[in-house]
């Protein structure tokens, strides 16, 4: 059977990653899209869930499931871990089903070089760091330390851009969003064709 496409969507936190995410998953539901739900040691924000944003589990819970080898990839970002289910992306691609990453750039990095297969494509999503502040700050959601130090990170995050096969400038929705669409319609086909 065809395998599906392994999707990494990433770039600094708080360049619109979950958004465009979002957008995608409900305007182009023809790219068959599945999202694979994290896990972090992070605490929930007021309005996500537990099983649909990320699965929120503590510190050791993480841990073991990292002496288990069950990360496809796992990061320590400020502060807290986020992990890439190992298992669960697998089948899903090895049932021709497309799946989404949303990361952080090392993890990126991580599942890039470690990759087999054609069946991947990296899209780095990027903005100007006064409009990375305006959207972090503005969710309201973080003390004004984690900002700071979220800040540093998207600073020192924007040169792995050249690491990725696509890099896409987040300046509006759904303008944004279709040129994402796009980069993932052509490789499907491309996919489907090489492989006939
Ligand atoms: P947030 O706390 O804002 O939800 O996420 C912080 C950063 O971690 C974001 O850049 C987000 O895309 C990234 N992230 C979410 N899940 C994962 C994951 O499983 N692995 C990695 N490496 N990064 C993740």
Known sequence: MKKGLLVILSGPSGVGKGTIRKELME??????????????TREPRAQEIDGIDYFFVDRPTF???????????????VGNYYGTPKEYVSNLLNNGINVLLEIEVNGAKQVMSNFVGDNIVSI??????????????????????IIEERLNKAKSEFCACKYYDFVVCNNKLDVTTKEIADIIEDKIYSLNNNNK
């Open 27 to 40: 305007k182009y539901p023809q790219l068959n899209l599945h999202y694979s739900i994290s896990m972090t």
């Open 63 to 77: 841990e073991q499931n990292i002496k288990d080898g069950k990360f496809l990839e796992y990061q320590s970002f």
């Open 124 to 145: 780095f999503l990027t903005a100007s760091i006064e409009e990375i502040k305006k959207r972090i700050t503005s969710r309201r959601t973080e003390s004004p330390i």
